[in-house]
């Protein structure tokens, strides 16, 4: 703590930065780690394994989904959204004689009269109703598609993972899952975000906004991808997630979101302390990394620390932070951009967690066309750390889970169990 305060105060005193910004040395190369200069100058460490397939399996066919849903956007931001199956048809066609649409909204005002004059008395035995008037929509947005969903094996050669951490991580958060997903066969690839774990890391604000980030995550998207794509993000990599899901709807078999939040465009917090001047970050650092132990873990024993030190979390400079947090602007990423997306979607949340409330992720899955929610009792923030068995098979069998047979789209509303199926006709 001390050496903290005197290099911070150091760094006052000179106007230059604490923290020296440059990559963490590594010479991990030789097992699956490789360097990716996405733009020139600018270089990110990803992990990448190809497992070695003995015996490959010729995917099955799946199923395919009808994915129908009608999104209405009103002038004063209300969302509403209907989605569209054989029971919402019947009652779409149930509606007659100009009817307001099923769950539609309207306006109710007293009907106005000539200037100077009052309204019109009732005709005797009536009473004076209400008109009902159509709020005008906004905008009106219309999904209407089939995707075909699949059991993804590691015997499929068509079959990649991509993992993606959030702020403050490296792709080390993921080793178990890398290990384990790796040992069945499938390939996997994590990258280091920029300014974190091995990757470059430049002196420029501008480096860490959301959309130069997420520009480096389509580059390594393009350069890995095959024909079924997994995405799995935590935290901020959660927002990266979802980009690329919007972006290449087609090359995205399924998503998993482990502690993303809910449906909101990102805006940087004018009252954070991450607008502090960065040796003011710096000096407290210490604090900063007992906070993140203390909200990111259920439990704060010596085992959570070791799991900090090993895995790279929240070892990054105070520039990159600092940068990091104030770059979060993303304002199309709202409740429509969400909406829109027809990725099946699983949804993990670990129920101590301080930095992401349950009710975020429970709307998130209210949101998604196709989203599966699981609530872990033991797990905070970093729960694909502290619990990787439970994480590991809980994707796994996400991964295997298709459709059984083809059928209209019925959304689960809950899901308790490993042995549960995912989805029923």
């Known amino acids: 703590m001390l050496t903290s305060f005197i290099e911070g105060l150091l760094c006052c005193l000179t106007s230059k930065s604490a923290n020296t910004v440059v990559p963490v040395e590594t010479s991990e190369l030789a097992d699956g780690y490789e360097f990716v200069e996405v733009k020139p100058g600018r270089v990110l460490r990803v992990r990448h394994i190809i497992p070695d397939r003995p015996i490959e399996e010729e995917p099955s066919q799946g199923a395919s989904v009808s994915c129908k849903r009608k999104i209405t956007v009103y002038r004063n931001g209300q969302l509403f959204i209907e989605n569209l199956g054989e029971r919402a048809s019947a009652e779409l066609r149930s509606c007659q004689n100009g009817q307001t649409e099923p769950n539609s909204t309207v306006e109710v005002e007293l009907a106005e009269s000539p200037a100077g004059e009052a309204p019109a008395a009732p005709h005797p035995g009536q009473s004076q109703q209400p008109r009902m008037r159509r709020r005008k929509p906004k905008r009106t947005v219309v999904i209407d598609c089939e995707r075909k969903i699949s059991a993804c094996k590691g015997t499929h050669s068509d079959v990649v993972l991509f993992f993606i951490h959030g702020v403050g991580g490296s792709l080390d958060i993921w080793r178990s899952q890398l290990d384990f997903f790796s040992g069945l066969g499938y390939e996997v690839i994590a990258p280091d975000l920029a300014g974190h774990g091995a990757s470059s890391a430049p002196q420029i604000a501008a480096a860490y906004t959301f959309y130069a980030l997420a520009e480096d995550m389509r580059i390594i ?111 199309e990423g709202d409740e429509v951009y969400h909406a829109e997306l027809t990725v099946p979607t699983l949804l993990v949340h670990g129920m101590h967690d301080k930095f992401v409330p349950v009710e975020e992720d429970q709307r998130m899955a209210e949101i998604l066309l196709m989203a599966f929610l699981k609530v872990l009792e033991d797990g905070s923030h970093m729960v694909m750390m502290e619990c990787p068995e439970t994480i590991n098979t809980l994707l796994h069998e996400f991964l295997l889970w298709e459709p059984a047979t083809p059928a209209p789209l019925k959304k689960e509303t809950a899901w308790t169990g490993f042995t549960s199926p995912f989805w029923t006709g």
């Not at 007992?290 to 959570?304: I, N």
């Open 221 to 331: 998207f393009k350069r890995y991808a095959k024909k079924r794509n997994i995405l799995i993000g935590h935290s901020y990599g959660v927002s990266f997630c979802t980009f690329l899901a919007h972006e290449f709807p087609d090359q995205i078999q399924k998503m998993v979101m482990i502690n993303g939040g809910g449906p909101t465009a990102l805006e940087p917090s004018l009252c954070s302390i991450f607008n502090l001047p960065t040796c003011v970050l710096h000096c407290l650092s210490p604090l900063l990394a007992w906070s993140f132990l203390k909200a990111g873990f259920a439990r704060q024993g010596a085992r959570e620390k070791q799991l900090l030190k090993e895995n790279n979390a929240f070892n990054v400079s105070s520039f990159v932070l600092r940068a990091m947090m104030s770059g979060q602007y993303w304002p």
